[in-house]
Nanobody
Framework: QVQLVESGGGLVQAGGSLRLSCAASVSTFDRYVMGWYRQAPGKQRELVASISSGGDTNYADSVKVRYTISRDNAKKTVYLHMNSLKPEDTANYYC?????????WGQGTQVTVSS
């Protein structure tokens, strides 16, 4: 069974940067679509970014240009580079792995952006 462990969240001032990491414990990591959702208090979970097994990426309009998702299949890790952070980016960020209709979720990492 796939397990995902996120790291890299924290407190940052507006305009700052953070890098989130998500390490997967699965031998077939390169077959998975990987991505990040986020959820702020009182709001619905929002898809932030995803990256296919072939490296194709998609981003929410709210983070385009500012965020970059990447993956290192050798390290079985997906990254989310977040630049020019805004207070409205404050949320719990969840990594996910998908193959077919099967989703696996990480435990989440908190990102807080102060104004």
């Amino acid at each position: 069974q796939v397990q995902l462990v996120e790291s890299g969240g924290g407190l940052v001032q507006a305009g700052g940067s953070l890098r989130l990491s998500c390490a997967a414990s699965v031998s077939t990591f390169d077959r998975y679509v990987m991505g990040w959702y986020r959820q702020a208090p009182g709001k619905q979970r929002e898809l932030v970014a995803s990256i296919s097994s072939g490296g194709d990426t998609n981003y929410a309009d709210s983070v385009k240009v500012r965020y970059t998702i990447s993956r290192d299949n050798a390290k079985k890790t997906v990254y989310l580079h977040m630049n020019s952070l805004k207070p409205e980016d404050t949320a719990n960020y969840y990594c996910y792995a998908r193959v077919g209709v099967t989703f696996v979720w990480g435990q989440g990492t908190q990102v807080t952006v102060s104004s």
